[in-house]
């Protein structure tokens, strides 16, 4: 079994920053791309930013030039710095990964969410 445990969440006020973690534990082979989504009320889940293997990004356009994603291999765990919040950042954060259990089997995997909220 693999699991995605995300920490790092909580209310933060317009202008500052938090740090997300999500480790992933379990049988791993080794993990391709790790990402971040979120989902605000009444939206449709979007992608964050994603790294592969290699530290490759990709951002979404409203977070360029605010949030960093990295990762750190040894540890199977990607983060997300996330700095200059605005209240429109406000939503339920999710990690996502593709995980190689065996030698020819990838799966995608989802962490339980964690709640970040701007006040303004």
């Known amino acids: 079994q693999v699991q995605l445990v995300e920490s790092g969440g909580g209310l933060v006020q317009a202008g500052g920053s938090l740090r997300l973690s999500c480790a992933a534990s379990g049988s791993i082979l080794s993990i391709n791309n790790m990402g971040w989504y979120r989902q605000a009320p009444g939206k449709q889940r979007e992608l964050v930013a994603q790294i592969t293997s290699g530290g490759t990004t990709n951002y979404a356009d409203t977070v360029k030039g605010r949030f960093t994603i990295s990762r750190d291999n040894a540890k199977n765990t990607v983060y997300l710095q996330m700095n200059s919040l605005k209240p429109e950042d406000t939503a339920v954060y999710y990690c996502?990964?593709?995980?190689?259990?065996?030698?020819?089997?990838?799966?995608?995997?989802w962490g339980q969410g964690t709640q970040v909220t701007v006040s303004s």
């Open positions: 996502n990964a593709d995980i190689r259990r065996t030698v020819l089997n990838w799966y995608n995997y």
